[in-house]
């Protein structure tokens, strides 16, 4: 009788601290902000930010070789 009123506030103890901890990641999701880029972590935002560049200066020189700069 003992070991199921233990087994009982073990549960009710768990409960308690997986939807308390839940609250907190979803508070700290929410509070983030930065929208997609959030998700990434800073060395794959870095990589991002050189493949856009890179995109960049690609399209840059497709533009001026059709104008006939270069």
């Known amino acids: 009788m003992a070991d199921d009123f233990d087994l009982d506030q073990f549960r009710q103890r768990s409960e308690r601290r997986a939807s308390t901890q839940a ?3 979803y ?17 794959q935002r870095l990589v991002l930010a050189l493949l ?18 270069i």
């Open 27 to 43: 508070e700290d999701e929410g509070s983030s902000g930065g929208g997609f880029l959030s998700q990434f972590s800073p060395v």
């Open 23 to 25: 609250e907190v990641e």
């Open 52 to 69: 856009v560049l890179a995109n960049i200066v690609v399209i840059g020189f497709v533009v001026l070789s059709i104008v006939g700069i």
